[in-house]
């Protein structure tokens, strides 16, 4: 089981219930699910194949969670990468 399937089976449990709470703004794991369904297919239509890694460089933002489920569903890796230069 990768985390993909944790997000399908926690999508079919809990539904509306919240999932992520970001800046005031709730998500279900219903809406998360849909979500990264879509950009899980976003990816594999731009080539994504099993095994390829995906470099995300962002702040602290609900798309990180977004982002790693769907390369997990779609069979890739996730490669933060970190922003800060040491400088701050």
Request: glycine fraction near 12%.
């Amino acid at each position: 089981m990768n985390i993909g399937n944790i997000m399908t089976r926690n999508a079919s449990q809990y539904g509306s219930k919240p999932a992520l709470i970001f800046e005031g703004k709730r998500l279900s794991w219903q809406g998360l699910d849909e979500r990264v369904n879509q950009l899980a297919h976003a990816l594999m239509g731009q080539g994504l194949q099993k095994g390829d890694k995906v470099a995300v460089l962002s702040e602290n933002d609900p798309g990180v969670v977004e982002t790693s489920f769907a390369c997990a569903k779609a069979r890739g890796c996730i490669f933060p990468l970190n922003g800060r230069d040491g400088t701050r």
